[in-house]
């Protein structure tokens, strides 16, 4: 059966992972008519079952679903008779996953990859088959969970999904969410890449974006990190690419310049939500395990097999192991830690 010949309104969604991605994403189709279902771990069921599902952004949009219009389980049977699933847990979770939709999901059910790094759809792929019509998304902006049941965009940005044999950018294009399809989702994952090097830094500069992307001594580190990543990027013939007005190999020169000429040049960056902050801050604030290694990590493997040199990546990466180990939320450093000696 194909998804084209359902309406919109009557594919089954699932989304597995009701995270801070996924509830917003979720939220937003559910709002707009769309027929979602949630699995999701018992906390977060609990969360909803008891405050409803509230969903905030930057531009105002303030809407809570009452708990009574939120299907959300813990049970996996809910994946019996979706149409589409997306998967937004975290990387390290991916294979359990994949084997729930596996072993639930009807055969036909596209499967959506909403998550950080560039193996991800690979990595479900591996587990249904090389018949699965499995597809990577580029999900631009951040959410936070701000409260129980809340959680909180706080940038722009459009969906990028892999092209496939159905155009699922229609049901996924609602009020709050604009989604488009590409023909090559590996550069624009890889250009993501290029970009989320930043929520380290502000996982560990314990400070919102906006403030943090204001630091010229936090842009030289990303910096750094950036110019590291595109030279290994250009040696192992990666072209990323991303919807901003500039090349991304300027980004580098661009997150140098003196903060006068920044905040001019660079306005676009600096259009974010003043409390906005990196999911990995959240991570390390709530004591989880960071996507470390499909962000920096990623470019240190790349690296290492380009015998290109990516030290501030690696230092990056400790740093964020270190914060996970002691758990104790992010350690509040300032860029200096990175840029001295």
């Not at 990859?113 to 699965?132: C, P, T, Y």
């Not at 996982?203 to 590291?228: N, Y």
């Not at 040049?265 to 801050?281: F, G, H, P, Q, T």
Request: charged share 20%; glycine share 6%; net charge neutral.
């Amino acid at each position: 059966m194909e998804i084209t010949t359902k309406p919109a309104n009557d594919a089954k969604i699932v989304v597995i992972g009701a995270g801070s991605i996924g509830c917003w994403v979720g939220g937003a189709l559910l709002l707009a008519g769309r027929n979602v279902a949630f699995l999701g771990r018992p906390k977060i069921a609990g969360e909803i079952a008891q405050h409803g599902l509230r969903i905030t952004d930057h531009e105002g949009r303030d809407t809570t679903l009452p708990a009574g219009r939120v299907p959300i389980s813990i049970d996996e049977t809910i994946l019996n008779d979706a149409d589409i699933v997306i998967i937004s847990v975290k990387s390290s979770a991916t294979i359990d996953a994949t084997l729930s939709v596996a072993k639930h999901a009807p055969k036909h059910a596209t499967v959506l990859s909403f998550q950080n790094g560039v193996r991800n759809a690979q990595r479900i792929r591996e587990v249904l088959g090389k018949d699965a019509d499995v597809r990577a998304v580029m999900v631009p902006f951040n959410v936070v969970w701000a409260a129980e049941g809340h959680f909180h965009r706080g940038v722009e940005g459009e969906l990028i999904l892999q092209e496939g044999a159905s155009d699922l950018s229609e049901i996924l294009s609602v009020e709050g969410l604009v989604a488009k399809t590409t023909a090559d989702i590996e550069a624009v994952l890889w250009g993501k890449i290029l970009l989320n090097l930043n929520n380290a830094l502000n996982a560990l500069s314990d400070i919102p974006l906006k403030v943090q992307l204001s630091d010229r001594g936090w842009r030289k580190v990303l910096a750094a990190c950036q110019a590291e990543a595109l030279a290994a990027m250009k040696s192992a013939d990666i072209l990323p690419h991303t919807e901003l007005p500039v090349p991304l190999k300027w980004m580098p020169t661009i997150l140098r310049l003196p903060n006068f000429l920044f905040e001019r040049v660079a306005a676009k960056m600096l259009a974010i939500d003043e409390n906005a902050r990196s999911s990995m801050w959240e991570d390390l604030t709530r004591g989880r395990k960071t996507e470390i290694a499909d962000l920096q990590g990623e470019i240190v493997n790349l690296a290492m097999k380009q015998n290109t040199p990516s030290p501030m990546n690696q230092r990056v990466m400790n740093t964020i192991r270190l914060a996970e180990t002691t758990k104790s939320g992010s350690p509040a450093l300032n860029a200096t830690h990175f840029t001295k000696n």
